[in-house]
């Protein structure tokens, strides 16, 4: 992994505008703050995982670092060169170089398309010198790369299961050799022994391919195995921000000790045993969430000033932050 930081996102904000369930006209419309306030750097060859319950705002955390969907406010700097409100043509020249995975491998690819033609159409955009020849050549040669062998390139993707479906989209956020790839939950979707296929590719292609990742997932036992950095968001903000070991042996803020109390241990002696954390209702609507801290109406130590205080996400030691005022 290079020291060099290639992503640097910057108090990223993004809002939408929710028109209230009323049927007077004049009703006033109401924010949702899907992410509030998110900053991270990445660097070369890494891979950061993004991990919290469903609605935190890690997908759309990941659209907006893509531009899919434009951010309210903050910065996103993609090596060196700040793209906030950069144009659709400058932002065409950062795709070549930022692909993404998403969670649905079917629901991604055109069911119009073959197989071929999917992969290549990257190529087609990025690289429109390329003759046929060649473009079939490096489609056929990426195929293989990722376990598809090359007699499939003219089926459709209805043709395929869905960690097959999931190779062909790696192979096509691929083929424009990137340097960063987002994986919006890329093995959700899957069977067990599938994510564990697609998690070990993702590894291996990372390490040829000098490939960065920012890995969004639900299930932190996944997350330990790819990422180097663990960031956990909860209600559109980041909680915790460590390396894997300081996060996985020592978790600093209580939301994400009851994410980890709650991964499945493969020893049945110690499964029976565990303390599992519940945490005490459902989480928060983000457009009305509580004041203070976000975590507090959930949080098992929390104390009269947790509703009021703002808690920081504060570096406390060896690149280990958390957003909490115990931590």
């Given at each position: 992994?290079?020291?060099?930081?290639?992503?640097?996102?910057?108090?990223?904000?993004?809002?939408?505008?929710?028109?209230a369930k009323s049927k007077l006209p004049w009703a006033p419309s109401r924010t949702l703050k899907a992410v509030d306030g998110v900053s991270f750097d990445l660097k070369a060859g890494e891979t950061l995982g993004v991990v919290g319950e469903s609605g935190c705002g890690k997908s759309t955390l990941s659209?907006?670092?893509?531009?899919?969907?434009?951010?309210t406010h903050g910065e996103i700097v993609w090596m060196g060169k700040d793209l906030s409100g950069a144009t659709a043509k400058q932002w065409h020249g950062v795709r070549r170089d930022i692909q993404m995975i998403f969670q649905d491998p079917l629901a991604s690819l055109d069911p119009r398309m073959t197989v071929g033609q999917i992969i290549a159409e990257p190529l087609r955009e990025h690289r429109p010198g390329m003759s046929k020849d060649e473009m079939n050549q490096r489609?056929?040669?990426?195929?293989?790369?990722?376990?598809?062998?090359?007699q499939m390139i003219n089926r459709y993707a209805h043709e395929f299961?869905?960690?097959?479906?999931q190779r062909i989209g790696i192979a096509r956020a691929l083929i424009v050799e990137?340097?960063?790839?987002?994986c919006d939950e890329p093995v959700s979707a899957l069977d067990v022994s599938i994510q564990a296929q697609i998690v070990n590719l993702l590894k291996s292609l990372q390490q040829e391919m000098k490939l960065a990742l920012i890995f969004?997932?639900?299930?932190l036992a996944v997350v330990k195995h790819i990422s180097?950095?663990?960031?956990?968001?909860y209600l559109g903000h980041?909680?915790?921000?460590?390396?894997?070991?300081?996060l996985y042996a020592r978790p600093r803020h209580p939301y994400t000790r009851a994410l980890l109390s709650a991964i499945p241990v493969p020893n049945p002696a110690i499964e029976r045993t565990k303390v599992v954390q519940i945490l005490s209702s459902d989480i928060p609507s983000p457009i009305n969430p509580p004041t203070g801290c976000v975590f507090h109406t959930r949080c098992p130590i929390a104390e009269a000033r947790c509703s009021v205080d703002v808690p920081p996400l504060r570096t406390l030691e060896h690149g280990v932050a958390a957003a909490c005022l115990f931590a």
């Open positions: 992994m290079s020291e060099q930081t290639i992503l640097s996102v910057r108090n990223v904000q993004v809002h939408f505008n929710v028109k659209r907006a670092i893509l531009n899919l969907i434009p951010a489609v056929r040669a990426m195929m293989a790369k990722v376990g598809l062998r090359e299961s869905g960690g097959q479906c990137p340097k960063l790839i987002v969004i997932a639900h299930d180097d950095r663990v960031m956990v968001m980041v909680m915790e921000l460590a390396d894997k070991h300081s």
